[in-house]
């Protein structure tokens, strides 16, 4: 078992920054792959960046890519997601999930095991 909590979504406005933070507890925090997700109202949940256990391999949505990036540090247990250039489109309830090491990082929120309760993020234009 691993447990997740996420923080750090606030109201920003567009073009501004944020990063959200998500501590992870409870197993090897090493072990895993990291993942961002996010999920808009009526909106599918959707991949946003994920990240390989020793933070050399990452992956990011292509609506993101160059604008997000996403980091780990092993001795706070924590995975980051830093957001620059922010728009509308990118408000919504920002998740981190693990998956178990594979091949590839996945993109797809079957493929990861744990979650956490989501932080909100409103970005106003």
């Known amino acids: 078992q691993v447990q997740l909590v996420e923080s750090g979504g606030r109201l920003v406005q567009a073009g501004g920054s944020l990063r959200l933070s998500c501590a992870a507890s409870?197993?090897?925090?090493?072990?895993?792959?990291m993942g961002w997700f996010r999920q808009a109202p009526g909106k599918e949940r959707e991949f946003v960046a994920a990240?390989?256990?020793?933070?050399?391999?990452?992956d990011y949505a292509v609506s993101v890519k160059g604008r997000f990036t996403i980091s780990r540090d092993h001795a706070k247990n924590t995975v980051y997601l830093e957001m620059n250039s922010l728009k509308p489109e990118d408000a919504a309830a920002y998740y981190c999930?693990?998956?178990?090491?594979?091949?590839?990082?996945?993109?797809?929120?079957?493929?990861?095991?744990?979650w956490g309760q989501g932080t909100q993020v409103t970005v106003s234009s």
């Open positions: 409870g197993r090897t925090f090493h072990d895993f792959t």
């Open positions: 999930a693990a998956s178990f090491p594979g091949s590839r990082l996945p993109r797809s929120d079957t493929e990861y095991s744990y």
């Open positions: 990240i390989n256990w020793n933070g050399g391999v990452t």
